[in-house]
């Protein structure tokens, strides 16, 4: 087993480093003035100027699936593709922008859009392309995945409400949905949508995906949703109500009744993407305590010789380095063996990484004392987008039990008698006894 980084590897992720020391680390001061001045859903120019630089440097796109991608259609040309980096290789890249909030969008590899982009280049046909995926491509609109609502228990998908009917050569959706990232942004112009074009169909071949455009009459915006107080504009999270929503019939992505393979393709990629950011917040916030902590005396000495503090570091990097290793062998494993292969350690990183975050933000936040739940050092609001992620693309639950059930199978009862059986005379419990107030010293 090597662990060594390859040479490609290491030119992407150094790469994508050094651009966000030279251009997006020292305009933080300037993204949050910008951020708070005027109206909170609008462009930001320090962001739209350093895309341009990413893009002129070639550093754009990076998650765009590689040419051997045996999922898209023999009719496409090589024009809609990024470097074609593999999932390890961007992987890498993933976690250096995961420290960062806003690094993810200047190499226009911002979740939703990535997952949406991957979507339309898998499964839309040459006409979605043009219209949308090249416009997300070339960074000059965003999009959103419509997929959880405020009436079910959206971590079972097939509980999906919202109905998608056809009418002619329409499609006529009716729904709520809600946590609909992205559609705060005024750039957001087209939405992927996820609901159900015939409920009597077998459990998972009631759903479809079709397409959307945001100015569609019946699109309604009903509110916006903060995460613990943060909006997260200009993303922002809406909930939105679709009355007599009508779209073209060809709007469907691969035809009815295939909404969940979509969502399968869609979501392995995305979890990946989201554990290694969240690896790069446990990192920043690792270097945040440990600054903090040998600047800061109390009790006579400075605060990080305190024998607590030396443990709650050893474990932050013991279990950074540990969580980093797991992503990386799922990643790899995406690219070996596909993404069904991985199904069992992509869903042990999606529990894994965005816990083990939120314990050593917690233990940054308590290093900082008052000012760990201000504004002023980014770890509240880091918490908050961590904590989010337990939630998102399948909650804990799902996950685990996903990985309960692949262990359970790989250990099924064989045929023939029980351990129980096999254990014969000498495993029979032995009979119970009384004992006196005396015995033993039990106090009666």
């Not at 994508?16 to 251009?23: E, G, L, P, Q, T």
């Not at 909030?101 to 839309?124: I, K, L, Q």
């Not at 705060?184 to 759903?207: E, L, W, Y």
């Not at 443990?311 to 797991?326: G, N, Q, S, Y």
Request: charged share 25%; with cysteine; hydrophobic share 35%.
């Amino acid at each position: 087993m090597d662990f060594e980084p390859t040479e490609r590897q290491v030119y992407w992720r150094d790469r994508v480093r050094d651009f966000i020391a030279a251009h997006v680390r020292p305009n933080m001061a300037v993204y949050d003035q910008q951020d708070h001045e005027g109206d909170r859903w609008k462009v930001l120019p320090i962001v739209e100027e350093t895309k341009a630089k990413a893009k002129e440097a070639g550093i754009w796109n990076l998650f765009m699936p590689p040419r051997n991608d045996s999922h898209h259609h023999v009719d496409d040309t090589f024009e809609f593709e990024g470097p074609g980096l593999t999932n390890l290789e961007y992987a890498l890249c993933a976690e250096e922008m995961g420290r960062i909030g806003w690094a993810s969008e200047v190499f226009n590899c911002s979740a939703p859009d990535t997952g949406n982009m991957e979507v339309f280049h898998r499964y839309g046909t040459r006409e979605h392309k043009e219209a949308w995926l090249r416009p997300l491509m070339n960074g000059e609109i965003r999009s959103a995945f419509l997929m959880t609502e405020p009436f079910t228990a959206s971590s079972d998908a097939t509980n999906i409400e919202t109905r998608i009917e056809r009418d002619g050569d329409e499609y006529v959706i009716n729904g709520r949905k809600w946590w609909s990232s992205g559609l705060g942004d005024p750039r957001c112009k087209i939405a992927i949508v996820m609901g159900k074009t015939n409920p009597d169909a077998q459990r998972h071949a009631q759903q479809s995906q079709i397409l959307m455009p945001i100015d569609s009459p019946g699109v309604n915006i009903l509110r916006h949703l903060p995460v613990f107080g943060y909006d997260d504009a200009p993303h922002g999270h809406m909930e939105v109500e679709m009355v007599n929503v009508r779209v073209p019939a060809s709007n469907i992505l691969l035809g009815e009744g295939r909404g969940f393979e979509i969502a399968q393709g869609r979501l392995g990629p995305g979890r990946i993407h989201h554990c290694m950011r969240t690896i790069g917040a446990a990192e920043e916030a690792l270097e945040k305590m440990c600054r903090r902590l040998q600047e800061r005396e109390a009790f006579g000495k400075p605060v990080y010789k305190h024998s607590v503090w030396e443990e709650r570091v050893a474990r932050a990097r013991i279990d950074i380095d540990m969580t980093r290793l797991l992503c990386l062998k799922a990643a790899d494993m995406m690219d070996k063996v596909g993404n069904k292969a991985a199904k069992q350690e992509i869903a042990m990183i999606k529990v894994q990484a965005p816990n083990m975050a939120l314990r050593i933000i917690d233990d940054a936040i308590q290093a900082h004392g008052g000012g760990g739940v201000s504004e002023d050092y980014g770890l509240a609001r880091s918490y908050a987008n961590q904590r989010t992620l337990r939630l998102a693309d399948g909650p804990d639950e799902v996950h685990a039990r996903s990985i309960a059930h692949i262990e359970f199978a790989k250990h099924a009862p064989r045929p023939g008698p029980t351990a129980n059986a096999l254990r014969g005379d000498h495993g029979r419990a032995a009979e119970p006894q009384s004992f006196s107030s005396g015995d033993m010293g039990v106090a009666r």
